[in-house]
């Protein structure tokens, strides 16, 4: 079976309402970086922490796959799919998408702050301040911030040099590692980078503009019928 590897960012979330972090109205326009996702601010102050996490989660837990998630997950008809996200939403996973690799972490998941092999799927909205892992430290999102280790990276790589055909939906590819898994792609692979608007292209990888939900469900439509998309 042909592997597929779907590449994605915020952008793929952003139809079903969830914020991008670097567009207009985007999350660094709201909040500081090292305040929310960073070692340094987790130290500095715990609880405003927990507050922007708290508020994601809930934003994900009222939030719906759409339709590109979907058509993602319609694609495992007929290809080998791995979804390589850097989302910390479960919105592939709603949508049925059975194997996903998230690079960034989880929000739906809490870790210990001394010992991150202590996780555990939330089984209520937030983490409060005062919750303490078994080994008796404060509970933290089981999410990677920066200056942490990303996550799953070999393994993604090799994903990534053993597809036929790459798409890359809804990320600015400005964060690194992440981003370099782009160029892991064969050269011979079919490649595609869905974006509402013109950004850095990865060298050999063709440009489709156009919104998530949108355009996503064309480019399966046509994989599905043994069709390219342009
Ligand atoms: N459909 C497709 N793409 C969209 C849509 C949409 N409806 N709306 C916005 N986009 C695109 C934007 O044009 C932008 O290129 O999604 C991208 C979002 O980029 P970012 O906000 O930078 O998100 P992302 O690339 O996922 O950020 C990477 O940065 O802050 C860290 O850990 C965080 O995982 C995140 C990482």
């Not at 779907?6 to 090292?34: C, H, N, P, Q």
């Not at 194997?99 to 739906?108: P, Q, S, T």
């Not at 404060?138 to 999410?143: E, G, H, K």
Request: charged share 25%.
């Amino acid at each position: 079976m042909e592997k597929i590897v779907v590449f994605t960012g915020a952008g793929v979330s952003a139809e079903s309402g969830l914020k991008t972090f670097r567009d207009m109205g985007g999350l660094w326009g709201e909040y500081a970086i090292e305040d929310v996702a960073s070692p340094a601010g987790w130290k500095r102050n715990p609880a405003v922490v927990l507050d922007f996490y708290n508020e994601r989660r809930k934003a994900v837990l009222a939030a719906r796959p759409n339709a590109a998630h979907e058509a993602i997950a319609r694609l495992e008809e007929q290809f080998d799919v791995v979804v390589v996200t850097q989302n910390v939403d479960d919105l592939h996973e709603r949508a049925g998408s059975s194997k996903i690799i998230h690079v960034h972490g989880e929000i739906l998941k809490a870790r210990s702050s001394i010992d991150a092999s202590l996780v555990h799927v939330l089984d209520k909205p937030t983490i409060e301040l005062g919750e303490l892992c078994g080994k008796g430290s404060q509970l933290r999102p089981d999410i990677v911030w920066f200056g942490e280790n990303v996550r799953h990276m070999d393994e993604c790589a090799e994903h990534f040099a053993e597809a036929s055909r790459v798409i890359t939906i809804g990320t600015s590819l400005t964060v690194y590692p992440a981003a370099g898994l782009v160029e892991k792609a064969p050269w011979r692979a079919e490649k595609y980078l869905v974006s509402p608007e013109p950004q850095e292209i990865p060298y050999g990888f063709k440009f489709l503009r156009g919104a998530a939900a949108t355009v996503v469900p064309h480019v399966v439509k046509c994989w599905l019928e043994g069709r390219k998309p342009v």
